[in-house]
């Protein structure tokens, strides 16, 4: 067994599902989803020893995420698959989803969420969803405090 290796599943545990939130956010095809949440991991695993000394290990992972993201859905553009979020599957199996009927408003501000453009996806995303301080969502998205604003309400937590 790796040095660490027993501290790097703790943080797994931890990180893996709101790396998969975050991205839920964003996508809305589940296989990109858990494909991009898989590869952040295998980065951070990768890079343990930066990411576990890192100020902001949230804020890495968040970015590297998104990178991820950004790689899966340039390559669906490339392979002339559609991008439109409304095109998307929701990532519910369709017989689910009188199960997931709570859901509908939630749903709907995802659709919502993920039709804005990329970088107010983003803040969005990581403010209702993560509470993310504004230093924090600079740095996941590599601007300055002032360009990451969003609403200081967010009714979706």
């Known amino acids: 067994m790796k040095p660490g290796s027993e501290e790097f599943s703790r943080f797994f545990a931890h990180w893996e599902p709101q790396v998969r939130r975050y991205l839920i956010w964003l996508e809305g095809d589940l296989s990109v989803i858990d494909d991009t949440a898989q590869e952040t991991m295998i980065s951070a695993f990768r890079y343990w020893e930066r990411v576990r000394n890192h100020a902001q290990p949230r804020a890495w992972l968040f970015?590297?995420?998104?990178?991820?993201?950004?790689?899966?859905?340039?390559?669906?553009?490339?392979?002339g698959l559609s991008t439109d979020p409304s095109d998307l599957p929701d990532g519910?199996?369709?017989?689910?989803?009188?199960?997931f009927a709570v859901w509908d408003d939630r749903l709907a501000i995802l659709d919502a969420v993920r039709?804005?453009?990329?970088?107010?996806?983003v803040a969005t995303a990581l403010?209702?969803?993560h509470d993310l301080p504004l230093g924090e969502i600079a740095a996941v998205m590599g601007i300055s405090t002032g360009l990451s604003?969003?609403?200081?309400h967010c009714a979706l937590t």
Do not use: N, T
């Open 63 to 79: 970015k590297v995420a998104g990178q991820r993201l950004c790689d899966a859905q340039e390559a669906r553009r490339r392979a």
């Open 92 to 99: 519910i199996p369709s017989g689910a989803k009188d199960a």
């Open 115 to 121: 039709k804005l453009p990329q970088q107010q996806a």
């Open 127 to 129: 403010q209702c969803q």
């Open 149 to 152: 604003r969003v609403p200081e």
